[in-house]
């Protein structure tokens, strides 16, 4: 069966735009990073999580555990929440970002921001993007 033009047009259509939300999650590692300073200072939560390296994540629950087990009843131990926290009043968008190392499962970004020095971050190719992995303190 022969298709009509536009009906091939719409197809095509159809199979970019499946592909499209592929592409977005798929950022370099400096845009990466800019997302999740960008969720941080505007308190999302979700978006901020999952730019995060398992990692990380893993870490960021137990401190909310321990942080809970010390304060019970008054801090909860949801991660995701201390995450975010007072972040907007903390987190300043960077001043330069230079990648240092970009290879296929990891990167290394020198980052400057306002009154602070250049520190290098890591970020790690997990679940189809690049996470930033940040360390344990």
């Known amino acids: 069966m022969k298709r009509s033009p536009p009906a091939a047009a719409l197809v095509l259509l159809l ?8 592409c977005q999650r798929d950022l370099p590692p400096d845009a990466a990073y800019r997302a999740l300073v960008r969720a941080m200072a505007d308190r999302d939560e979700e978006a901020a999580w999952e730019l995060l390296s398992a ?14 087990a010390a304060a019970p009843g008054v801090v909860t131990a949801g991660a995701r929440a201390m995450l ?11 001043t330069s ?12 970004l020198r980052v400057e921001a306002p009154g602070s020095g250049p520190r290098d971050v890591l970020l790690l ?9 940040l360390p344990a303190q």
């Open 125 to 133: 190719r997990e679940r189809g993007g690049w996470r930033v992995d």
């Open 55 to 68: 990692g990380t994540q893993a870490r960021l629950v137990e401190r909310a555990k321990v942080a809970a």
């Open 15 to 22: 199979a970019l735009l499946a592909a499209a939300p592929a």
């Open 97 to 108: 970002i230079v990648v240092l190392q970009a290879g296929p499962e990891k990167a290394v």
């Open 84 to 94: 975010a926290g007072d972040a907007p009043l903390a987190v300043l968008p960077p």
